[in-house]
């Protein structure tokens, strides 16, 4: 089994920066893709950013320039540096690790960003 712990949400002002942080812990193999995804008020769920195991990363458009994904992997850990925060970056964020076929979600982290 797999879990994830996310921490470092909050409430910031427009124009602000944030980091994100999720830890992985039990049966971590050693190619996997770990992400970022968030759900705007009243939408679905979306990509923000994913980075595998070999350092391949992939940004949604929305948050290119802004966000930045960097992970460690002795740590098993993703981090998502958030600058330049906008309101419309309000959402929940969920951390999400794969493994071959199996996926699994944090419990997602708010961040607040007021205009």
């Known amino acids: 089994q797999v879990q994830l712990v996310e921490s470092g949400g909050g409430l910031v002002q427009a124009g602000e920066s944030l980091r994100l942080s999720c830890a992985a812990s039990?049966?971590?193999?050693?190619?996997?893709?770990m992400g970022w995804y968030r759900r705007l008020p009243g939408k679905q769920r979306e990509l923000v950013a994913l980075?595998?195991?070999?350092?391949?990363?992939n940004y949604a458009n929305s948050v290119k320039g802004r966000f930045t994904i960097s992970r460690d992997n002795a740590k098993n850990t993703v981090y998502l540096q958030m600058n330049s925060l906008k309101p419309e970056d309000t959402a929940v964020y969920y951390c999400?690790?794969?493994?071959?076929?199996?996926?699994?979600w944090g419990q997602g982290t708010l961040v607040t960003v007021s205009s």
């Open positions: 039990g049966t971590i193999f050693s190619i996997n893709t």
């Open positions: 999400s690790i794969k493994q071959g076929i199996l996926e699994v």
């Open positions: 980075e595998t195991s070999g350092g391949s990363t």
